[in-house]
């Protein structure tokens, strides 16, 4: 099965990353996203990588001009009925992913796979919101998407092989690896990354160390390129949380078990870089390490 035209749904930080990556390899890809400030950024997140790969001489000026006008946005899920293969990267819970794929289902044609850029959710368990489940796919794809060479494939339980070795096939395409695992909460990546990540957190918040001491630990001592806390602003203080919470439910253990910490730069909306708050404060030149009780200093 050859793969030409992705939709891609959701163009925050995976979504327009993922959609990046596809018009480089050649594909016609069409970016949805409901909310018109969210797509336009997007879009122009997109022009901006391009151009920063062009400036370092790793595409030339006419492949990222050919890339970025393979990609075109909409706000009408509609748009990706065609499209041989959609790839949905909204917020990372259960009930809304689900209800984008049972959309999906109805609006493209039989033959298009349906693959979730899920960090967590059961592949089987998003499948059965639709009508198509051996068509259903997980490509979890890592941010920066791209930068990242890994995309974890997940087979739903129904999941027949002639989808997968398009997706595989796909994959490659990209430039990027493919490695398959198990429809597992939280896969491999985050099944062992979050519990880290959660841990940095309860050192903080239990005050064995500060932000930036717990990062140089991980950064000098274990060769890190980036410290655990530092790592969750990127990805996002909301979506950390809500893979722990997968985990935690899913597997049933105590060690999954977000920090209150955590739960609570959450609820006060200090989501990391995408807020320009999390364990650091992005407004400055150096950024300032937050203190659970000191605030920013």
């Given at each position: 099965?050859?793969?030409?035209?992705?939709?891609?749904?959701?163009?925050?930080?995976?979504?327009?990353?993922?959609?990046?990556?596809?018009?480089?390899?050649?594909?016609?890809?069409?970016?949805?996203?409901?909310?018109?400030?969210?797509?336009?950024?997007?879009?122009?997140?997109?022009?901006?990588?391009?151009?920063?790969?062009?400036?370092?001489?790793?595409?030339?000026?006419?492949?990222?001009a050919a890339a970025r006008e393979r990609v075109v946005g909409d706000s009408d899920l509609g748009a990706v009925a065609g499209a041989d293969l959609v790839v949905e990267a909204v917020v990372e819970r259960l009930e809304v992913k689900a209800e984008v794929?049972?959309?999906?289902?109805?609006?493209?044609?039989?033959?298009?796979?349906?693959?979730?850029?899920?960090?967590?959710?059961?592949?089987?368990?998003?499948?059965?919101?639709?009508?198509?489940?051996?068509?259903?796919?997980?490509?979890?794809?890592?941010?920066?998407?791209?930068?990242?060479?890994?995309?974890?494939?997940?087979?739903?339980?129904?999941?027949?092989?002639?989808?997968?070795?398009?997706?595989?096939?796909?994959?490659?395409?990209?430039?990027?690896?493919?490695?398959?695992?198990?429809?597992?909460?939280?896969?491999?990546?985050?099944?062992?990354?979050?519990?880290?990540?959660?841990?940095?957190?309860?050192?903080?918040?239990?005050?064995?160390?500060?932000?930036?001491?717990?990062?140089?630990?991980?950064?000098?001592?274990?060769?890190?390129?980036?410290?655990?806390?530092?790592?969750?602003?990127?990805?996002?203080?909301?979506?950390?949380?809500?893979?722990?919470?997968?985990?935690?439910?899913?597997?049933?253990?105590?060690?999954?078990?977000?920090?209150?910490?955590?739960?609570?730069?959450?609820?006060?909306?200090?989501?990391?870089?995408?807020?320009?708050?999390?364990?650091?404060?992005?407004?400055?030149?150096?950024?300032?390490?937050?203190?659970?009780?000191?605030?920013?200093?």
């Open positions: 099965m050859s793969l030409s035209t992705i939709g891609v749904v959701g163009a925050g930080t995976m979504g327009h990353g993922i959609a990046q990556v596809a018009a480089q390899a050649g594909l016609a890809v069409r970016l949805v996203d409901t909310a018109p400030a969210a797509l336009a950024a997007g879009l122009e997140r997109i022009s901006k990588s391009l151009a920063k790969l062009a400036s370092k001489g790793q595409l030339t000026t006419e492949q990222a794929l049972s959309t999906l289902d109805r609006l493209c044609r039989p033959g298009t796979i349906l693959a979730s850029n899920t960090s967590s959710i059961s592949i089987t368990r998003l499948a059965s919101a639709t009508a198509r489940p051996a068509q259903v796919i997980g490509m979890h794809f890592m941010n920066p998407v791209p930068l990242m060479p890994l995309v974890e494939i997940i087979r739903g339980l129904a999941t027949d092989q002639g989808t997968y070795d398009a997706v595989e096939a796909l994959t490659r395409r990209m430039g990027k690896t493919p490695v398959e695992v198990r429809d597992a909460p939280g896969f491999v990546s985050n099944r062992v990354l979050m519990p880290m990540i959660n841990e940095a957190i309860f050192c903080l918040h239990e005050g064995v160390a500060e932000t930036t001491a717990i990062d140089s630990v991980m950064k000098l001592g274990m060769n890190h390129p980036m410290g655990p806390l530092a790592l969750a602003d990127l990805i996002g203080l909301d979506v950390c949380l809500d893979i722990l919470r997968v985990l935690h439910e899913g597997l049933g253990e105590a060690k999954y078990r977000p920090c209150p910490l955590l739960v609570r730069m959450v609820d006060g909306g200090l989501l990391g870089r995408k807020t320009g708050r999390g364990f650091y404060d992005y407004g400055t030149e150096a950024p300032l390490a937050f203190h659970p009780t000191k605030g920013y200093r």
